[in-house]
């Protein structure tokens, strides 16, 4: 009955986080939906809902397309609720209205998936949440927390500014690589070796994966790991098609997970991702006030001037700072 | 005399600048060092030199990795001077102390550039710059255009954020598909309409290639342009590494240049540009503020706390807001 109240259209933002405190899961939906909608009042709930999200163990899983994440991610939460973990999933977009979304053998896992109680999947198109994508997921990782996941894992495509970002809210995050992408991988792998727990060679009966592993075990020797904390990334071949290796990975995910509840540093490094969350939603908060402030017709004027060179971009940005219209009253 | 003079290492930035605009190469090469170290005195000349930019066309390469975008860049510089025009290339990274960067053939090509008075290539390494890629990157475009480069390439890996801020300030963009990277393909396509000028698949002599022309159009059919303003978006096929294809995708850069000019809206495009631009300036100053005010022992505990879940992010956030303490003075 409760979850029939919950789930009425005229229930409050109040009423749905009750409703995840309780393990409801339309309750979840929905909330996660006024969320990423930026409904003031869904967002307003993330405050008290914080406070309980400690316990689950959050995991980032990125890397460049085609190195086959949605499977080893799909692998991977199977293999958790084999040691009966419940998980939650943030996947952001392996679908699109225009595409139609992953390919047929992930699909039919994710259902399986799907009909499983003891997991939740969300979806997050990119489209739309340009500006504020990671800042949105970082809240569905949040929610999916607080509903009582043990396990939250966030899949994202590529490794740029968001992948960082979302990295850096993740207890343990793996970056996936994979033999035979070209010479842009190498690119990808510099900036990795900053956000890697544990590097993944996916693919790895293909031909070209040892050189790849090896090159990876070159660069982790000459950089340090994220922190310097002592802990080193390890290098870790799977198959996700074949499920080869991906126990093996969770134990290695466990083993990060029980390495950061024991070191000193760990504290450390959940605070300096507590500073950047403050942060992101600092910036989220005035990416939203200056919209609202640079509007109307006498703005428009404005740019139009920078676009014809007779205004410079620096000079206007320092003026909207100093009217400290940015700010609340 | 003058560049031996401007050369020296008390060159003032404003001097650097004056260097610039007489197109004197090592003064651009240092200021782009002091912007990039994010100097306050270089920083400042932006805005001089901002006048000075308007002439350049900027374009805006990006894709997912292994698309091939460096050899695609190479070839299209190539082929703009063939036609006699300028070139600035700025590269999002093709080099690390790592990896030791690009694969042969491209740097054999890379070098043929380099020795040619008309190009000039800057290689942005993306470590250290996180937070402030975009904007560094748009600024190092700033002074390619003030320095008179006709065209300007910015070639940037993967589609994500900082990709998306770089094509706004960009006046074509090229987006990069390639066939056969698997289920991913589809989910950088999707977030892809909304930034591409042109589409361009790449290795367009590998298997599958007509499926990936052929989904594109599909998808392009579906979806306006970025901003409905009646240029419809070519899907265009190239062979980079036999540069077939490359001299008829300058034609079509051509082609959207003239457009953009006679186009009515373009002007709105460009005022738009304008404005994310003013946004991104904000945003890193406040982002610099940011840092200066949470540093030291007493938010060190106040960031303890959250992470402990005492504290949640968002009360935080709100507070360093209210305090009004990321606004100058």
């Given at each position: 009955?409760a979850?029939?109240q919950?789930?009425?259209?005229?229930?409050?933002a109040?009423?749905?986080?009750d409703?995840?405190?309780?393990g409801?899961r339309?309750a979840l939906?929905r909330?996660?939906s006024a969320?990423?909608?930026g409904?003031t009042?869904a967002?307003?709930?993330l405050?008290?809902?914080?406070?309980?999200?400690?316990r689950a163990?959050?995991v980032g899983i990125?890397?460049p397309?085609g190195?086959?994440?949605?499977t080893l991610?799909?692998?991977?939460?199977a293999?958790?609720?084999?040691?009966?973990r419940t998980v939650?999933?943030v996947?952001?977009?392996p679908?699109?209205?225009?595409?139609g979304?992953?390919?047929?053998?992930d699909?039919?896992?994710?259902?399986?998936?799907?009909?499983?109680?003891?997991?939740?999947?969300?979806?997050?198109?990119t489209r739309?949440t340009?500006?504020?994508?990671?800042?949105?997921?970082t809240d569905?990782?949040?929610?999916?927390a607080?509903f009582?996941?043990d396990?939250?894992l966030?899949?994202?495509?590529g490794?740029?500014?968001?992948?960082?970002?979302i990295?850096?809210?993740?207890d343990?995050t793996?970056?996936?690589g994979v033999?035979?992408?070209g010479d842009d991988?190498?690119?990808?792998?510099?900036g990795?070796?900053?956000?890697?727990?544990?590097l993944v060679?996916?693919?790895?009966?293909?031909d070209?994966?040892q050189?790849?592993v090896?090159?990876?075990?070159?660069?982790?020797r000459?950089?340090?790991?994220p922190?310097?904390?002592?802990?080193s990334v390890?290098i870790?071949?799977?198959v996700?098609?074949t499920?080869s290796g991906?126990?093996a990975?969770v134990?290695r995910i466990e083993h990060?997970?029980?390495f950061?509840?024991?070191s000193?540093?760990?504290?450390?490094?959940?605070a300096?991702?507590?500073?950047?969350?403050?942060h992101?939603i600092?910036?989220?908060?005035?990416?939203?006030?200056?919209?609202?402030?640079?509007?109307?017709?006498?703005?428009?004027t404005r740019?139009?001037?920078v676009?014809?060179r007779?205004q410079?971009?620096?000079?206007l940005a320092?003026?909207i700072?100093a009217?400290r219209?940015?700010?609340?009253?």
């Amino acid at each position: 009955l409760a979850e029939v109240q919950t789930a009425r259209p005229t229930a409050s933002a109040d009423q749905l986080a009750d409703g995840v405190l309780r393990g409801e899961r339309r309750a979840l939906g929905r909330l996660m939906s006024a969320v990423e909608n930026g409904r003031t009042d869904a967002r307003a709930t993330l405050k008290r809902l914080y406070a309980h999200t400690g316990r689950a163990h959050v995991v980032g899983i990125t890397g460049p397309p085609g190195s086959g994440k949605s499977t080893l991610t799909t692998g991977v939460a199977a293999e958790y609720r084999r040691r009966e973990r419940t998980v939650g999933i943030v996947a952001v977009d392996p679908s699109s209205p225009f595409t139609g979304g992953a390919i047929l053998g992930d699909r039919v896992r994710m259902m399986e998936l799907h009909g499983d109680p003891g997991v939740f999947v969300r979806s997050m198109a990119t489209r739309g949440t340009l500006g504020g994508l990671a800042r949105t997921t970082t809240d569905l990782v949040l929610l999916l927390a607080a509903f009582g996941k043990d396990v939250v894992l966030v899949e994202t495509v590529g490794v740029g500014q968001d992948e960082v970002e979302i990295a850096h809210s993740a207890d343990t995050t793996l970056v996936v690589g994979v033999p035979g992408l070209g010479d842009d991988i190498q690119t990808i792998k510099a900036g990795v070796l900053e956000i890697a727990d544990i590097l993944v060679v996916n693919k790895a009966d293909l031909d070209g994966a040892q050189r790849v592993v090896g090159d990876l075990r070159g660069m982790v020797r000459l950089a340090p790991g994220p922190l310097d904390d002592g802990w080193s990334v390890p290098i870790h071949e799977t198959v996700a098609t074949t499920d080869s290796g991906v126990a093996a990975l969770v134990d290695r995910i466990e083993h990060h997970r029980a390495f950061l509840e024991r070191s000193a540093r760990s504290h450390g490094r959940r605070a300096e991702n507590a500073r950047r969350q403050v942060h992101a939603i600092v910036q989220a908060r005035l990416a939203e006030r200056f919209a609202e402030v640079v509007s109307g017709p006498a703005w428009t004027t404005r740019f139009g001037a920078v676009a014809e060179r007779t205004q410079d971009p620096y000079t206007l940005a320092e003026k909207i700072l100093a009217s400290r219209a940015l700010l609340p009253d």
